[in-house]
């Protein structure tokens, strides 16, 4: 498996007062295989997304990666994890507005050590169609454009797992779904694992698997 949730748990406290967001969530996602998550607003979907990344700890329960338990890794080595073996794609772009299209995309590399395989850059501009547009600041892109550019920088260190955040959200229909399909795409000829939040059924539809996220349960559709 690539990625495994076991009984994980996740507690805010608000005063005296605990929240029970996830209540025990269980997920194995294999090589290859894409999920879709579908919940309604405030369902915990962007909390789950945030122990996925490792950005947040579980409340219990357990985290992997390809055997490699969250628990057992200090921040450091989850942060350097998160960097080599997770991409991440946010409904907004979190593109960096002083770097171009190109040093954007570079950026992930630099931080691993890797700026020599500079050549992935170049692959990954292309495959999203924006070997063109390389030399351009975020501020001189389309919404469609940046989130070209941000799919790109998420898949640039060949990540074993993709988490789409909503990532066509704030696009317009007809960009949305050539953000989706190029995702899709990009997914399959690369082997990723993809695991997609969303509240779109539709868009949900396309994944091997559906879950939903009710009441901080996750539940497989049949």
Known sequence: MVLTLDEV????????????????????????ETIAILGKSGSGKSTLLSLLCGIDDATSGNISYRS????NLNSEEITDLRAKHIGVVFQQFHLLEHLNAYENVLLPLEVNGNSDKSER???????????H????????LSGGEKQRIAIARALVTHPGVLLADEPSGSLDENTGGEVMDL?????RDERMSLVLVTHDKDLAKRCEKIYHLENG??????
């Open 68 to 71: 490699n338990s969250l628990k």
């Open 9 to 32: 748990k996740k507690d805010f406290s608000q005063g005296e007062e605990v929240l029970n967001v996830l209540k025990g969530v269980d997920l194995n996602v294999s090589e290859g």
């Open 133 to 140: 547009r390389k030399s351009h600041f975020p501020n001189q």
């Open 183 to 187: 995702i899709f795409d990009i997914v």
């Open 217 to 222: 349960v996750l539940s497989l559709e049949d």
């Open 121 to 131: 850059v170049d692959y990954f501009l292309e495959k999203v169609g924006m070997s």
